[in-house]
């Protein structure tokens, strides 16, 4: 599934214009200005963090609404994959990008599931891989003999996903399958970063909201959106 074309995207921008004020001060810092913004008193607080991070963001990519649909369907097919599994699936967080994603996959799991979370870092405060992959958190469960799914925020180099599939399949799960949302170019076209399911093949940009994040920022917009290239170069 493909994104929105160049005019469907700008008429998107349009509408998060018109239901979100300009120019509203943030907190912390605005990377566009390098300048720290104030806090609004309590009774004026917008009604969605958007505004804050409006001037960092390009455009939106993929609204809510878009998401909500496309996650719904990855969810029915991953279920109908599994309808005949004797155990509950278990569903595989990587922290912290894929967040929203499993909360939403989850409850649109129409079969019984199961969530683990893991961490691993690949990238450090910047926006390009290292390759060097660690663990942070482990799972808490043993998933020997059990239907397992990995899900992913996005897949880019791939090399995050090599590492942990090689890692997950030593631990000798039922079956072991990968649900990405959003996946870049690069790998797209390496073969061993095979996945079961992409939400949607996006161009190489940086990319945030609904979980990922730019120096922890911008985790918990609604939409995923393009950022500035001045935020991030
Ligand atoms: P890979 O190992 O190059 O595939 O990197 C995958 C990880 O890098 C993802 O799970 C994200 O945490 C991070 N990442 C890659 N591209 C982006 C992006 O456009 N925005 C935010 N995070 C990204
Ligand atoms: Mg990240």
Partial sequence: LHVRSRRQRQMCI???AQTVPYG??????????????????MSTVPESATSYYEN????VLIDEETLSKRVKELAEATAARHADDPEDLILI??????????????????IPNQMEFMAVSSYGAGASSSGVVRILKDLERDITG?????????????????WLLRNLSARNPRSLEVVTLL?????RQTVNVECTDVGFD??????????????EQFRSLP?????KPEVFQ
């Fill in 202 to 215: 996006i161009d190489d940009d940086f990319v945030v909201g609904y979980g990922l994040d730019f120096n």
């Fill in 93 to 110: 967080c990587v922290l912290k990008g894929a967040v929203m994603f499993l909360t939403d996959f989850s409850r649109a799991l129409p």
């Fill in 14 to 16: 349009r509408d998060s």
């Fill in 183 to 187: 996946r870049k170019p690069e790998a």
């Fill in 56 to 59: 960092s963001i390009e455009e």
């Fill in 223 to 227: 939409f995923v959106a393009k950022l």
């Fill in 146 to 162: 059990r239907d397992v799914v990995i899900l992913e925020d996005i897949l880019d180099s791939g090399l995050t996903l090599s």
């Fill in 24 to 41: 509203h001060p943030a907190f912390g810092r605005d990377p566009t200005t390098d300048q720290t913004r104030q806090r609004k008193p």
